[in-house]
């Protein structure tokens, strides 16, 4: 790829953090690519979590089912309560699916958003018919996180602190740190994803490996990506806090719906990071990207090879 004239136009590079940088489990998981190179599949957390579930109710358990599963609920209640830490969004998923599972309503604190105090938002949230007006809901410290003895929901909740990075990610955001703003749009919390820069820049903040220059969350929008609040909101900020146009902007991540096609949707330019063995990228040819790597150290090193 002649990466010179096709990266030197960027002045900032946007990722979307879990699943693209990290890992969705707290130990390794262990998957091979076909030349035998080895990489850790984050879905496999959400897999490993969930399938005892399937697994009880007498269900399909293979992960494509399990994965899918998980994704359309998520998706549905991140339309639905547009304000709620991501966390306590977690433990809802996993009721949610239990619930389904055993033809079951759904337990109704797992569809409430009234453990907190904060002031109400009322954000937009995005479907296939386009935007519709969802509920207000308050964001704040829920009753999960001051619970000692939290059950399965809340353990898996508990969980995303302790994912861990791509063996590739933090080598390649070290090396593409001199050459781009690096800057996280995430649907977390700001509580999580200060632990999770810990494990990305290092533990100790007076000599980190490399810094992001600005990080984004749902928490603080009051949106879940694919809804266009997030992304106006990180052009925002690019554009008052560094002077970066859209146009100097890449979309880097590896979730198509939640990322790539809205960016793209956007006229942003946008780099796909087609990992290996993802089931969110089955099926997809990566037409919606301008760039296509199977890692975040490969298009480190195009980036690299363009500049030499």
Not at 181 to 203: F, V, W, Y
Request: proline share 6%.
């Amino acid at each position: 790829m002649s990466s010179e004239n096709a990266f030197s136009k960027y002045k900032a590079l946007i990722f979307d953090c879990y699943g693209t940088l990290i890992v969705s489990t707290s130990s390794p998981v262990l998957t091979f690519t076909s030349q035998g190179a080895l990489l850790q599949d984050w879905e496999t957390g959400i897999y490993d979590h969930l399938r005892p579930l399937f697994q009880k109710s007498g269900n399909p358990s293979d992960k494509v089912t399990v994965i899918k599963a998980y994704s359309s609920v998520e998706h549905d209640l991140e339309a639905r309560f547009p304000t709620m830490r991501y966390t306590d969004l977690l433990a809802k998923v996993y009721g949610t699916v239990e619930a389904r599972l055993q033809n079951r309503e759904t337990p109704p604190d797992a569809l409430r958003d009234d453990l907190s105090t904060a002031n109400p938002v009322v954000a937009s949230a995005h479907s296939s018919s386009g935007m519709q007006q969802v509920a207000s809901a308050s964001v704040g410290t829920s009753a999960h996180a001051q619970s000692d003895s939290p059950g399965p929901a809340e353990a898996f909740a508990r969980s995303v602190p302790t994912w861990q990075p791509f063996p590739d990610t933090v080598a390649a955001l070290a090396s593409l740190s001199k050459h781009f703003k690096l800057i996280i749009l995430s649907n977390i919390d700001r509580d999580t994803i200060a632990k999770t820069r810990r494990l990305l820049e290092g533990p100790d903040p007076a000599r980190p490996l490399f810094t992001f220059d600005a990080v984004y969350t749902a928490e603080e929008v009051g949106a879940y990506k694919p809804a266009p609040e997030m992304l106006t909101y990180a052009l925002k900020h690019l554009e008052e806090d560094f002077g970066i146009q859209q146009d100097e902007v890449l979309m880097t991540a590896q979730s198509m719906p939640h990322d790539i096609i809205p960016a793209k949707a956007r006229g942003l330019d946008t780099a796909w990071i087609n990992r290996p063995n993802a089931v969110t990228g089955m099926g997809l040819d990566g037409s919606d990207a301008k760039y296509v790597f199977a890692t975040l150290g490969e298009m480190a090193e195009a980036v690299e090879q363009g500049r030499a």
